[in-house]
C-alpha cells in the first residue's frame, strides 16, 4: 500500500499562485509515475499533470506554461507549481501514484484550490 498526504492548498486571487506538494510513503518502491488530478464542483476528475519515475511529464492543454510538476525522489514527493491562477483552477486537487497517461490506484485525499477576488 501507498499513503499519499496532499499539501498547499487555499484561497488565492487571480493571477497568483500556489505551490501543492503530495508526501508518498508506504511500499513507494512499486510507485512509478504520479500525477496531479482535480475536480471542479459538478464536473469529472481531470488530469493536470503527471512526471513519470524518469522525469518526463505530461500536461492538461489548459494549464500548460502555467503549471510546472515536480518529484523529488529523496523526499518521496512531487510538487505541483501553479502559476498565473484562474478562477476556472477552482478545484479540489488530488495526488495519484502509479499511473502516468491514466490514473494509478492511489490516491491522496484532495486539498481544495479557490481562485477568487
Excluded: H
Amino acid at each position: 500500500q501507498v499513503q499519499l498526504v496532499e499539501s498547499g492548498g487555499g484561497l488565492v486571487q487571480p493571477g497568483g499562485s500556489l505551490r501543492l506538494s503530495c508526501a508518498a510513503s508506504g511500499s513507494i518502491f512499486s510507485i512509478n509515475a504520479m500525477a496531479w488530478y482535480r475536480q471542479a464542483p459538478g464536473k469529472g476528475r481531470e488530469l493536470v499533470a503527471a512526471i513519470s519515475s524518469s522525469g518526463s511529464t505530461n500536461y492538461a492543454d489548459s494549464v500548460k506554461g502555467r503549471f510546472t510538476i515536480s518529484r523529488d525522489n529523496a523526499k518521496n514527493t512531487v510538487y505541483l507549481q501553479m502559476n498565473s491562477l484562474k478562477p476556472e483552477d477552482t478545484a479540489v486537487y488530488y495526488c495519484n501514484a502509479g499511473g502516468y497517461y491514466g490514473p494509478g490506484p492511489y490516491w491522496g485525499q484532495g486539498t481544495q484550490v479557490t481562485v477568487s477576488s
